[in-house]
């Protein structure tokens, strides 16, 4: 279940500025350095906020470094990023991991450092610039196939989990009354959402989903950086341990790439990698695929609207894009139009 609890909660609604950098934010910060036996911060900008953690930017002497802060000890996954950007790093597909650990300054608060890539990520290189050169990708899912998987690493059941078993009605920061008012958001939300989840959840348990890579749960424009020919990705809070073709499979909707791009990417990888699944458990994939990231979708179009009260225009935005660049592939669905076309206008309607 989402919950607000980062660091500075009224920070989660603040972006379209650059906030300031409050003093205990910056005492917290010059601490954590001191403590880590790391040379003092001589600027400390705030980048992002998200539930459970909140992101600066720091620089001193020997470069600059991003510094993860959360009070959500329960939910940060931070010390599950950096104890895999850790145990393969070799395979220089990841920032380098600097420091882990607690501080008793405000509190428990768990903390990550990261040494920053000097890299664009793939908004500002390009989306267009990064298909032209499947080799870039090929080479990045080839190292990641090697990657070590650490002991409890998160199963694709449990990355799917917090869609899986979604439920508005039961979250407390969510304003019930007005759903409740409004019969069209509740129905969508009771039939439609839940016949998603329904179906996926069964699709599920049919897979006997192998667990041969650590995947990363999160490639997006913003967390895939661009650095010459190679591809590198940060925040891996989200890493589980599945099947890459899985996780290329959903690359597409992130991306925004045709069919032909997919089946080039998929056999480049399918050429480089000693494992191979047949043609029919590709197809499962690639049908669970588009059920998964259209509920994906919606369900992150619930939390930006009515949990974070949509303060975080950007981010309902970005659910418009997806669902209007991924419409046609949604379409494609062999119940959309009896179950599934009226959540996916609802949510246009709504965004536009």
């Known amino acids: ?24 934010e910056k005492d917290l910060i010059k601490s954590i350095f001191w403590q880590e036996n790391l040379n003092e911060p ?6 992002d906020a998200n539930i459970n953690n909140d992101l600066f930017l720091v620089n001193n002497e020997d470069g600059n470094f991003y510094v993860k802060l959360s009070l959500d000890l329960e939910n940060s996954q931070l010390d599950k990023e950096f104890n895999i950007i850790s145990d393969n790093i070799e395979h220089l597909l990841t920032p380098f991991a600097v420091s882990y650990g607690f501080s008793e300054l405000l509190g428990q608060v768990e903390f990550s450092i990261l040494a920053e890539v000097p890299a664009p990520n793939l908004s500002d290189f390009g989306i267009a610039k990064f298909l032209e050169n499947p080799d870039i990708s090929q080479n990045f ?42 019969r069209d958001i509740k129905k969508i939300i009771q039939e439609q959402v839940i016949y998603l989840q329904k179906l996926l959840l069964q699709k599920i348990k049919t ?24 591809m590198h990705a940060i925040n891996w809070e989200k890493a589980y341990y599945g099947d890459q ?5 959903g690359l597409k909707y992130e991306l925004f790439f045709d069919e032909v791009v997919e089946k080039e990417l998929l056999a480049k990888f ?22 998964f990231h259209l509920l994906k979708i919606m369900i ?53």
């Open 1 to 24: 279940m989402p919950r607000i609890a980062n660091l500075f909660k009224e920070k989660l609604y603040v972006f379209s500025n650059q906030p300031e950098v409050y003093s205990s």
């Open 300 to 352: 992150d179009y619930l939390n930006e609207t009515y949990i974070l009260k949509a303060n975080r225009k950007n981010k309902i935005l970005n659910c418009a894009i997806k669902l209007s660049r991924n419409y046609d592939t949604f379409y494609q669905l062999p119940d959309f139009d009896k179950k599934l076309k009226p959540i996916a206008e609802f949510f246009a309607e709504s965004v536009i």
């Open 207 to 230: 897979f006997n989903l192998p667990k041969v890579h650590v995947c990363h749960g999160n490639l997006n424009p913003s967390t895939v950086l661009i650095l010459g020919d190679y």
């Open 141 to 182: 899912f080839q190292k990641l196939s090697q990657f070590r998987a650490q002991r409890n690493l998160t199963s694709f059941e449990e990355y799917c989990e917090p869609y899986l078993n979604f439920d508005i009605f039961k979250v407390p920061d969510v304003e019930i009354s007005w759903i409740e008012r409004h």
């Open 42 to 47: 001589k600027d400390i900008k705030f980048v």
């Open 245 to 249: 073709y899985l996780e290329l499979c």
């Open 270 to 291: 399918a050429e480089s990698s000693d494992y191979k699944i047949s043609n029919e458990r590709m197809m499962d994939y690639a049908l669970f695929s588009k059920y």
